[in-house]
């Protein structure tokens, strides 16, 4: 019956009638529908041909092209055989390259076009496809978007990153390449969030009272409010959607005592997810030490040291006991001291936590966490 209504408003549908190329579509939409649950060759052949037709009507500079395009190919791809995977590989670059098209329509054409071409190992086109699919991301991504939307938008398209340094390192290009693509794609949320927080001296000098205002909004904003989550404790959070992202690498190997054929024994694991996160970090060392310097010249018996603050966690409600993060505590307290000035805090109740958070230089946290594959963000750390 369906069918039946939508063949019947393509029928009645004036030839030039912009709404024409949307009836075509929404036919065929039903006839592969009904394909995927009965399998009629005769649907399939029907829906993509009027696909073609959508695609023929529509003007080459039309905004809805690329989505037109798009669907073409993916009805090409249920099709047996490689003469229509080939004519989906060429719809699918075809909506890449409708500049006019909405930016995510054309996006998930280059990531459906880059798949294509891996199977075929063609990997210096893949590469080349992935980079400039890639470079589009920040236009998608922007600034004026909450996080969560930001990151929603990213998780589309998980995975391209690692299909571009594939395809690079396949094609012969430098490993270098690969480290900047994955700085690109890891950072996209990332980076914004660093942009925010850069440092804002030279705004200072120029109009003191617009940046004392800024910085007042900007605390505002990050202040962190309850419980603590990862999202909440902005330097630390670990922007990484990749599965590999999940697995304890700076912990493999054999600790039995006296083995040294383990990661610790032989590497300091870093956490920082991309190079613009750790130049940020550099950053703020530096004009730290630079306050500090300021400080001890104004008052030269001002020698305290810097905050570190420790959490301890041995026990958390309803999850294993931890009874080693006390031998963890008094190693960091043995190394540290008297360089920092060490708070401790045993099974701290979060708005303790928090106000540490405002004065400490360095905040060790020993305890359990919850991470959550979807939303990076909403990652928590647990407390009483």
């Given at each position: 019956?369906?069918?039946?209504?939508?063949?019947?408003?393509?029928?009645?549908?004036?030839?030039?009638?912009?709404?024409?190329?949307?009836?075509?579509?929404?036919?065929?939409?039903?006839?592969?529908?009904?394909?995927?649950?009965?399998?009629?060759?005769?649907?399939?052949?029907?829906?993509?041909?009027?696909?073609?037709?959508?695609?023929?009507?529509?003007?080459?500079?039309?905004?809805?092209?690329?989505?037109?395009?798009?669907?073409?190919?993916?009805?090409?791809?249920?099709?047996?055989?490689?003469v229509q995977t080939e004519n989906a590989l060429s719809s699918f670059l075809r909506a890449w390259h409708c500049h006019s098209g909405i930016p995510s329509l054309r996006l998930m054409s280059a990531v459906a076009a880059v798949d294509l071409l891996i199977t075929k190992m063609s990997w210096n086109e893949a590469a080349d496809l992935a980079i400039e699919a890639i470079n589009l991301l920040p236009r998608m991504n922007k600034r004026v978007l909450s996080q969560d939307d930001q990151q929603h938008i990213l998780s589309r398209f998980t995975g391209l990153a690692a299909k571009t340094c594939s395809s690079l390192l396949e094609s012969g290009r430098p490993?270098?390449?690969?480290?900047?693509?994955?700085?690109?794609?890891?950072?996209?949320?990332?980076?914004?969030?660093?942009?925010?927080?850069?440092?804002?001296?030279?705004?200072?000098?120029?109009?003191?009272?617009?940046?004392?205002?800024?910085?007042?909004?900007?605390?505002?904003v990050n202040a962190v409010p309850g419980d603590i989550t990862a999202g909440e404790f902005r330097e630390q959070m670990l922007k990484c959607r990749a599965k590999a992202s999940t697995v304890p690498f700076h912990a493999a190997g054999d600790h039995s005592p006296g083995y040294l054929d383990n990661t610790v024994s032989h590497a300091v694991s870093s956490y920082t997810p991309t190079v613009k996160a750790l130049e940020f970090a550099r950053e703020r060392l530096a004009q730290s030490r630079r306050t500090m310097a300021g400080n001890m010249a104004a008052s030269a018996s001002d020698t305290a040291p810097r905050k570190l603050c420790v959490v301890t966690m041995p026990h958390t409600p309803g999850l294993t006991d931890l009874p080693e993060v006390i031998s963890e505590l008094l190693s960091i307290q043995n190394i540290a001291t008297p360089t920092f000035s060490i708070t401790s805090l045993p099974s701290p109740a979060a708005t303790r936590v928090k106000e540490q958070l405002q004065s400490c230089h360095i905040f060790h946290f020993a305890g359990h966490g919850k991470a959550d594959g979807i939303d990076p963000s909403h990652a928590v750390a647990s407390f009483p």
């Open positions: 019956m369906a069918i039946e209504k939508a063949d019947a408003a393509v029928r009645r549908t004036p030839i030039d009638h912009p709404d024409l190329g949307a009836c075509l579509n929404n036919l065929g939409i039903k006839l592969v529908r009904r394909y995927e649950r009965i399998e009629p060759m005769a649907d399939l052949e029907t829906a993509i041909d009027k696909a073609e037709e959508v695609v023929r009507r529509t003007p080459i500079d039309h905004p809805d092209l690329a989505g037109w395009l798009n669907n073409l190919a993916r009805r090409q791809m249920l099709a047996p055989g490689p490993v270098e390449a690969s480290v900047e693509i994955l700085e690109q794609d890891r950072g996209a949320v990332l980076g914004l969030m660093i942009d925010d927080r850069r440092d804002v001296s030279h705004l200072q000098q120029l109009c003191p009272e617009e940046a004392d205002e800024y910085e007042r909004l900007r605390r505002e």
